[in-house]
């Protein structure tokens, strides 16, 4: 393996930012992973996955693992469910794509979200009433100091609203080599109750959806509101959905009655951070060649040229303008480097 020098990382980076990496190596299984942290164990590390859960907004002084494990597999099966198993380095919405071309329900409302299969759980990943706890059996993950091999269970990763023990108590403790999940191959629970996808389903004339019919029309939904990375930089929703209070949000709501809101609990509501955006006028503004996607205003995107620090720097503006117009805080869902 060869670790290479001021590597650059545009092309590592869904936003499309330039910045270069001290160090960089890439590797391809769980042993050249032990050898490359035994070797480099006194060096700062950073660990790269897909890229699409991130703002560089500067060079990255150390070494940069990048992921890229592939490999997937049914370990186990009965004529109902089946568990399979990804390794961290896969596209996630190719092995979305592998699962149900091969009839593994319970994925297919996270189609087409960007990344790979290793950093799906540090988030908790989740889209149209879906999230990767949902059907989340357990990952393997690597101890960085040590380089032994533990399991982790659903419950020993203590999963939240985009959270996980691996943002939390264990953050830059352990990399994630695999996942695997517990998908059904019968009875599927098709889930479209949620967003725009039975408003979908019926243009496509679609009565009794098939796993790869909600797929489908997610696909679609996420194509026609948010841009491909590929070309117009981006990394998905940037802000999450905030959770508030019931006697906060009761406050709020009687100064603007129209805001959309979700009951998480007797005691907390959540609000769309999107729509908080756009009546903040956010929505399609263009800074520079940072922006507001014209469609999905959770999306901030890169025009060409943009640096992390302009892209953060218009977040901080979108965060501070939504707290003065509501007094509400959204939190940043991207990684800030």
Known sequence: MEILSHYPLKNHNTFGISAFAKEFVQVHTEEELAEVLKENSGKKLFILGGGSNMLLTQD??????????????????????AHVQAMAGENWHEFVLYCIDNGF??????????????TTPIQNIGAYGTEIKDTFVSCRAMDIATQ??????????????RESIF?????DKYIITSVTFRLTKTNHKINTSYGDIA????????????????SNAVTAIRQSKLPDPKELGNSGSFFKNPIITAEEFEKVYILHPQMPHYTVSDTEVKVPAGWLIEQSGFKGKRFGDAGIHARQALVLVNYGNATGKELLDLSKKIQETVY???????EAEVNII
Do not use: M
């Open 148 to 161: 032994q091999i533990r399991t982790f269970t659903q419950k020993e990763c203590e999963f939240g609203y």
């Open 199 to 214: 408003a979908e389903l019926t243009k496509n004339g679609v009565t009794i959806p098939t796993i790869k019919d909600v």
């Open 60 to 81: 990255i002084d150390a070494l940069v693992i990048h992921i890229d494990i592939k490999g997937k597999q049914v370990t186990w099966q009965d004529d109902d469910k």
């Open 167 to 171: 943002k939390g108590a264990l953050k």
């Open 324 to 330: 003065d117009n509501f007094g509400i805080r959204i």
């Open 105 to 118: 329900g319970g994925l297919e409302n996270l189609s087409l979200i960007p990344g790979n299969v290793g």
